[in-house]
């Protein structure tokens, strides 16, 4: 069974631009999760799809938006980049239920790099 | 806010040598999960714990969650070099549907 793949795995933007990434989630899984990962924050929760609706938020800028198709693939993309976006960005598929015990796949991640 | 805070936050050790790291939150969280991570690559999940007080065992791995479901703890026996990596603690907290995430642990073992 394939793994979650993430496109691209690097990029680079300068202040100002937008970035779209691009997440194949497990073939069955229908939720996908985005998680943004910095040296000083941590891992932390961006939002959540489940069946192309957005099930869960966390606490960024609406800047930062997402969407997932029916194929169960999503995208997240950042409007007018910060330098303080530079982060690796991380999605996770599961099959949907409770994400305490559910267990999440992660992708490589997408290094996003903003000058 | 940070709720889940682990320690020690870098750790170098000799292989042979035996460790543990801690999550600790003043929070009460529903699970508890552990990942590693590699270089270049995401959180891989090692353990999930649900139960206050229960002990998971993988291996060289042995995995607690306190009584009061605020606290876990990872202890690795003999560590071995393969065990380098970054590891994250995950609270699921009652009436939320995301996964809080904890500062982390980065662990190096010498050959």
């Known amino acids: 069974k394939a793994g979650v793949t993430q496109t691209p795995r690097y990029l680079i933007k300068t202040r100002g631009q937008q970035v779209t990434l691009s997440c194949s989630p497990i073939?069955?899984?229908?939720?996908v999760s985005w998680y943004q990962q910095t040296p000083g924050q941590g891992l932390q929760f961006l939002f959540e799809?489940?069946?192309?609706?957005?099930?869960n938020k966390g606490n960024f800028p609406g800047r930062f938006s997402g969407r997932q198709f029916s194929n169960s693939r999503s995208e997240m993309n950042v409007s007018t980049l910060e330098l303080g976006d530079s982060a690796l960005y991380l999605c996770?598929?599961?099959?949907?239920?409770?994400?305490?015990?559910?267990?999440?796949?992660f992708g490589p991640g997408t290094r996003l790099t903003v000058l | 806010t940070q709720l889940l805070e682990q320690s020690p936050q870098f750790l170098s050790i000799q292989e042979g040598e035996n460790l543990t790291v801690y999550c600790n939150s003043s929070s009460v969280f529903s699970s508890l999960q552990w990942y590693r991570q590699e270089p270049g690559e995401g959180p891989v999940l090692l353990v999930t714990v649900v139960t206050g007080g229960e002990v998971k065992k993988l291996k060289r791995l042995t995995f607690q969650f306190g009584d009061a479901r605020k606290d876990s703890s990872l202890h690795i026996t003999a560590a071995q070099p393969g065990d380098t990596g970054l590891y994250l603690c995950a609270g699921g907290r009652y009436n939320t549907d995301k996964l809080i995430f904890g500062t982390g642990t980065r662990l190096q073992v010498f050959p």
């Open positions: 996770a598929s599961s099959q949907g239920g409770d994400i305490g015990t559910d267990t999440q796949y």
């Open positions: 073939s069955g899984h229908r939720s």
């Open positions: 799809y489940f069946s192309e609706t957005q099930r």
